[in-house]
T-cell receptor, first 114, second 114 residues
């Protein structure tokens, strides 16, 4: 059972426009959410995170929005740049005890077109 | 470079052989994780160490897999009697304890079983 889902395998956006990547989760125990970026043949790189007590977190060009009632989060990148082309993974964690392991979605491949 | 380091980057082995991978976490991080990523999927949790103690193992980790973290520093992941289905990217991640949840990943070891 896929607890974290990214329903769009790919997204193409023009340079300078906004990229919006979406993620849905099913487990109500998740209280911390992260976005990672991955280039081919490299490990995931941490981008931005958000705690369930917030509904928005911003870091430069990256903003993550959390809608707890809908169990949905999104990553906005504005303006999009060619270097943003990569696979983006949404991940979720339950911080209350245990391993606090990350549960990942399947990823969305973002392509920024010049 | 003080990031997470994994060795080797690539490993090709014949079916039935044993392989061992190494992970050196960020030095002040006492939490260490192993994940596995197959094509088109997000990373999946395998096992978790807090210092030298292995505290959680996924059911994905069959009897052929064993992981250690002697002295709470580097970690090794061994796969015995490799099968073609073991072909994947094996990722190591580390993080600080306490409230921090961001995990930092190494570049991974790409295993190909022929």
């Amino acid at each position: 059972d896929q607890q974290v889902k990214q329903n769009s395998p790919s997204l193409s956006v023009q340079e300078g426009r906004i990229s919006i990547l979406n993620c849905d989760y099913t487990n109500s125990m998740f209280d911390y959410f992260l976005w990672y970026k991955k280039y081919p043949a490299e490990g995931p790189t941490f981008l931005i995170s958000i705690s369930s007590i917030k509904d928005k977190n911003e870091d430069g060009r990256f903003t993550v929005f959390l809608n707890k009632s809908a169990k949905h989060l999104s990553l906005h990148i504005v303006p999009s740049q060619p270097g943003d082309s990569a696979v983006y993974f949404c991940a979720a964690s339950a911080r209350s005890g245990g391993a606090q392991k990350l549960v990942f979605g399947q990823g969305t491949r973002l392509t920024i077109n010049p | 470079d003080t990031g997470v380091s994994q060795d080797p980057r690539h490993k090709i082995t014949k079916r039935g052989q044993n392989v061992t991978f190494r992970c050196d976490p960020i030095s002040e991080h006492n939490r260490l994780y192993w994940y596995r990523q197959t094509l088109g999927q997000g990373p999946e949790f395998l096992t978790y160490f807090q210092n030298e103690a292995q505290l959680e193992k996924s059911r994905l980790l069959s009897d052929r897999f064993s992981a250690e973290r002697p002295k709470g520093s580097f970690s090794t992941l061994e796969i015995q009697r490799t099968e073609q289905g073991d072909s994947a990217m094996y990722l190591c991640a580390s993080r600080r304890g306490g409230g921090s949840t961001e995990a930092f990943f190494g570049q991974g070891t790409r295993l190909t079983v022929v």
